[in-house]
C-alpha cells in the first residue's frame, strides 16, 4: 500500500515557476517508477512525467520538455516536479502516482495509488 500527498501547486504568472512536491509513505515507494499527471476542467487526465524507482530514466509528455524536470529523493520517499516557463496551458490539478502494472509509464491505465491532487493556475 503506498499513500500519496502532493503539495506545491498555486497561482503563478506566466513564465514563472512552481516546485511540486509528492510524498509517500509505504514500503514499496522507492522500488516503483511514479508519474506526474495533470487534469485540466472538462479535459482527461493526461500523462506528464514519469521517473523510475532508480532515477535512471525519466519520461516527459512533449509539452512541457525542457520546461518541467521530475526528480526523486528515495531516502525522503519523495517526488518532485519542478515547473519551469509555465504556461496558461499549464493550468490543471496535479496528481502523483505509482505505477503498478507492466507497461508504458506514459499510460493512465498502468498507475494505481493516487494523490489527492494540487492545483497550479498559471495567469496570463
Known amino acids: 500500500q503506498v499513500h500519496l500527498v502532493e503539495s506545491g501547486g498555486g497561482l503563478v504568472q506566466a513564465g514563472g515557476s512552481l516546485r511540486l512536491s509528492c510524498a509517500a509513505s509505504g514500503r514499496t515507494f522507492s522500488t516503483g517508477t511514479m508519474g506526474w499527471f495533470r487534469q485540466a476542467p472538462g479535459k482527461e487526465r493526461e500523462f506528464v512525467a514519469a521517473?523510475?524507482?532508480?532515477?535512471?530514466?525519466?519520461y516527459y509528455t512533449d509539452s512541457v520538455k525542457g520546461r518541467f524536470s521530475i526528480s526523486r529523493d528515495n531516502a525522503k520517499n519523495t517526488v518532485y516536479l519542478q515547473m519551469n516557463s509555465l504556461k496558461p496551458e499549464d493550468t490543471a490539478v496535479y496528481y502523483c502516482?505509482?505505477?503498478?502494472?507492466?507497461?508504458?509509464?506514459?499510460?493512465?491505465?498502468?498507475?494505481?495509488?493516487w494523490g489527492q491532487g494540487t492545483q497550479v493556475t498559471v495567469s496570463s
Open positions: 521517473i523510475s524507482w532508480s532515477a535512471g530514466y525519466t
Open positions: 502516482a505509482r505505477q503498478i502494472l507492466r507497461g508504458s509509464p506514459m499510460v493512465v491505465a498502468v498507475y494505481g495509488y
